[in-house]
Structure formats: C-alpha cells, structure tokens
C-alpha cells in the first residue's frame, strides 16, 4: 500500500522549488528576458468600509477609535519565474485604519484592532488582550523553550509533528 505524502513534507518540496526558479527584489541580475508580464490583484476585504473600529497600535498603551478603510495596498511585491520568465508583480494588501486622534492611517500590521458597532463601544485593548491572542502565546512558549543543546528542533506543546 502506497504511503499518505506528509502534507508538510509536499509544501516544503513545493516552496524548495518556488525558491530555487524565482528571483525576489534584489536578487534579479538584469538585462533579463521577459516572456509574460502577470499582474496579481491585493485581497479585496468583505468587512465594510468605514466601520468603527477600536485599535491600539503596537507600543502605545492607549486605545483609539477608529474607521476601518478597507484592506488597502501597503506595497508592491515583485517576483521573476526563472523556468518561464515571467515577471510577476502583486498588490500586498493590510487593513487600513484611520485613526481620528492621530490623524493618520495605522495599519493593521502594526496594531491591535476590532470592529466595534458605535463610538460608545469603544474600549481599551489592555495587555491581557494582547497576550491572549494564540500566535503571541505561542511565541511565548517558543522563546521559553531556548534553542535545544543538542541541536535538535524544539516545539511547543500541541505543535509536535509526526
């Protein structure tokens, strides 16, 4: 009987390859031959535009209100496919938040945030907040683990592979 791919072991052999035939900014060597240019469009977000938000970028200990305007082009990533030479440029797209107090956009990547219905709503995001979140928890618990004395691969609870 055939054995089940380790569905890791695939994506790693995938990104292997996507490492090994593409060129990222930076590591292109030009002139380059160019066969194809293909565009890739940034998320379109289905939470409506100009919903009140409560966010607190990282660093500050206070919390704003907030208008959320939308997943909104941060940058602009570009890529060269050596095997079919075609270049491809995409949209990086992050949840955009204008934030009145500050009068400026804070975006999603640098904060803590939440839609919330009206203004009243509005709360402090307090650290407790912050460290519940899951990914914060389990770096945490990697950072606690140190690397391994005899150099092996060190997991967290609940993450040990197969």
Same mark, same amino acid.
């Given at each position: 009987?055939?054995?089940?791919?380790?569905?890791?072991?695939?994506?790693?052999?995938?990104?292997?390859?996507? #490492?090994?035939?593409? #060129?990222?900014?930076?590591?292109?060597?030009?002139?380059? =031959?160019?066969?194809? +240019?293909?565009?890739?469009?940034?998320?379109?977000?289905?939470?409506? $535009?100009?919903?009140?938000?409560?966010?607190?970028? %990282?660093?500050?200990?206070? /919390?704003?209100?907030?208008?959320?305007?939308?997943?909104?082009?941060?940058?602009? @990533?570009?890529?060269?496919? %050596?095997?079919?030479?075609?270049?491809? *440029?995409?949209?990086?797209?992050?949840?955009? *938040?204008? $934030?009145?107090?500050?009068?400026?956009? $804070? !975006?999603?990547? =640098?904060? !803590? !945030?939440?839609?919330? /219905?009206?203004? @009243?709503?509005?709360?402090?995001?307090?650290?407790?907040? %912050?460290?519940?979140? !899951?990914? +914060?928890?389990?770096?945490?618990?990697?950072?606690?683990?140190?690397? /391994? /004395?005899?150099? =092996? =691969?060190? #997991?967290?609870?609940?993450?040990?592979?197969?």
């Amino acid at each position: 009987m055939a054995e089940t791919p380790d569905p890791l072991t695939e994506f790693a052999k995938g990104f292997a390859d996507f #490492r090994a035939n593409t #060129r990222h900014p930076g590591q292109i060597e030009f002139p380059i =031959e160019v066969a194809a +240019v293909e565009t890739v469009a940034g998320s379109a977000s289905a939470d409506p $535009v100009g919903q009140w938000c409560s966010i607190r970028p %990282v660093g500050d200990p206070k /919390s704003y209100l907030g208008i959320y305007l939308g997943d909104l082009t941060i940058e602009i @990533d570009h890529y060269y496919h %050596v095997k079919d030479k075609t270049l491809t *440029i995409s949209a990086h797209t992050n949840p955009a *938040i204008f $934030v009145l107090d500050l009068k400026r956009i $804070v !975006w999603g990547c =640098e904060s !803590w !945030w939440g839609f919330i /219905s009206t203004p @009243d709503e509005l709360r402090q995001i307090s650290n407790a907040d %912050v460290e519940n979140v !899951w990914y +914060v928890r389990a770096l945490k618990e990697l950072a606690a683990l140190g690397p /391994s /004395s005899s150099g =092996e =691969e060190t #997991r967290p609870t609940g993450l040990q592979g197969k």
